[in-house]
């Protein structure tokens, strides 16, 4: 499997006019300007000479994170693609990564994307529900983002789609909704975000006036478990779960933050398939074997999958082993059988 590398250039808010009550990107991205051509040459420069690239093995975008990319200045937008396009026509990259608005894409916008090279358009969708869309401030139809997924994947350009979850007037039905209009778009890859209270938000304001009440961390980690499940069962890919860790976000206001956020959800399939495995079986003393790189997903944060099944089921110390198995699969040995488990259990 070939390697992704993203070479990420933060564009904060820039070419985005609407305030949606969760918005604050200076504090999401962590920089409080964009980043200028100098500044995105340097950090390029600096990202290629970290990355060992060995031929047909890693795949490398220059990626426009941040904000709203086609909504920026069209000259503006020019400098940026300029500067990347001459690095995918010197070898050293292969292709451009954005992220916009699904109403900031018509058919001469990806066509002059395309010119350029860019090869992935990430576009935040965030519900595909209008109340949710209505109460978050988007100011874009579900028609709008229907008529981009259709331009970009007809044009031959990578289709990822950013939902989530927890939003003013959400619930799990209407995630679920959400994921199955998504699935129907047919992405090729899709990032779940758990809605948090930033400052500086609108959204600040309806919590600290009791009008929004945030996902706690547990039930934010089991509805996104439920959702990865059905984009697995997909095959589309989930390429992040959660907000990535920054310095800014560690001074958010309320909700479900978390650095290790993806473990935690990996941690609950396992926990999940453990429980469908237990309730099915007679219990005796068993053993679990598992790939290496998974052991602290299935064990759970400070042990917690273990203990919670070992007072469940007035076990004793449930011992866990590393195997050289399939990631998506795990071992229990019980009275001399080995029961193959697969880690996310269709229930």
Known sequence: MRKHYNIPI????AGCPHDCVFCNQKKITGYDHAQDIKEAESIIEDHLKSISRIVDETTIEIAFFGGSFTGIPETVQKEYLELANRYIISGLIDGIRLSTRPDYIDVRIVENLKSYGVTTIELGVQSLVSDVLELSNRGHSLQSVEMACRLIR???IKLGLQMMIGLPGD???KTLETTHKIIELKPDMVRIYPTIVIEGTELEVMYRSGNYVPLDLMTA???T???YKLYIQTNIPVIRMGLQATEALESYIAGPYHPS???YVESYLYLESLHHFLKNHKIEMFEIYVHPKEISYLVGQK???L???EQQYNLGKVKVYPKELDRDYFEIKMNDKVFKVPKISII
């Open 10 to 13: 933060f564009v904060p808010h």
């Open 154 to 156: 007809n044009h031959g």
């Open 171 to 173: 619930t799990y039905e």
């Open 221 to 223: 980690v089991k509805w």
């Open 225 to 227: 478990s439920q959702l």
């Open 261 to 263: 956020f993806r473990q």
């Open 303 to 305: 042990r917690m999958n």
């Open 307 to 309: 203990n919670e099944l």
